[in-house]
């Protein structure tokens, strides 16, 4: 059995201070994560994702992500957070091995303050 | 390119209705998932295709959802009867998997239909 879990469901920061958004996952196989964006109105949208080679993933639009395995974590971050940056941020788990069954986070609201 | 395409965008129908969604992927994109996206909450995979196969529907409701993939294109996902849980956003996605059962590659979502129930 697989899971996700965004540990906040709302992250508010300030224009130009940076982005935590935090995943923990749990996987009986070496998993695939990802993280999406989803702009309001509009659709889902890859950031990044992590399959198995560099644990340090760098995005689009500067977001980067850590694999840590030993902590079961892939949270998500950018130095300096952009207006443009607000939406909502969906972490992925994807387990290896056999069939691979996707899984999504509840997501977490980004809300950038001017 | 075109990305995947969806349609109705919004239905609204009363409840015990049929309703059908359509999605048309990406071009030479063998993978295709339906989800269900309610209020507040991260999508929820629905159905997934390889090609014309349907290799996980543990999560469709059979007893009124069902959905195709003829000739490994695009799709129709319908409900009948509707309820009134069933208003929630339907989003479909496409993918171009390398491996058999993977999900390592980039999924393309497309914009999603919003049903609301009455």
């Known amino acids: 059995a697989q899971s996700v879990t965004q540990l906040d469901s709302h992250v508010s920061v300030s224009e130009g201070t940076p982005v935590l958004l935090r995943c923990n996952y749990s996987s009986s196989y070496s998993p695939s994560l990802f993280w999406y964006v989803q702009h309001p109105n509009k659709g889902l949208q890859l950031l990044l994702k992590y399959t198995s080679a560099a644990t340090l993933v760098k995005g689009i639009n500067g977001f980067e992500a850590e694999f840590k395995k030993s902590e079961t974590s892939f949270h998500l971050t950018k130095p300096s957070a952009h207006m443009s940056d607000a939406a909502e941020y969906f972490c992925?788990?994807?387990?290896?091995?056999?069939?691979?069954?996707?899984?999504f986070g509840i997501g977490t609201k980004l809300q950038v303050i001017p | 390119e075109a990305g995947v395409v969806q349609s109705p965008r919004y239905k609204i129908i009363e409840k015990k209705q049929p309703v059908a969604f359509w999605c048309n992927p990406i071009s030479g994109h063998n993978t295709l998932y339906w989800y269900r996206q309610n209020l507040g909450q991260g999508p929820e995979l629905l159905i997934r295709?390889?090609?014309?196969?349907?290799?996980?529907d543990s999560q469709l409701p059979k007893d009124r959802f069902s959905a195709e993939r003829l000739k490994g294109v695009d799709s129709t996902l319908k409900i009948q009867p509707a309820e009134l849980g069933d208003s929630a956003v339907y989003l479909c996605?496409?993918?171009?998997?390398?491996?058999?059962?993977?999900?390592?590659?980039?999924?393309?979502f497309g914009p999603g239909t919003r049903l609301t129930v009455l």
């Open positions: 996605a496409s993918s171009l998997e390398r491996q058999f059962f993977a999900s390592t590659d980039t999924q393309y």
């Open positions: 992925v788990v994807s387990g290896s091995g056999g069939y691979q069954k996707v899984t």
């Open positions: 295709y390889e090609n014309e196969e349907a290799v996980d």
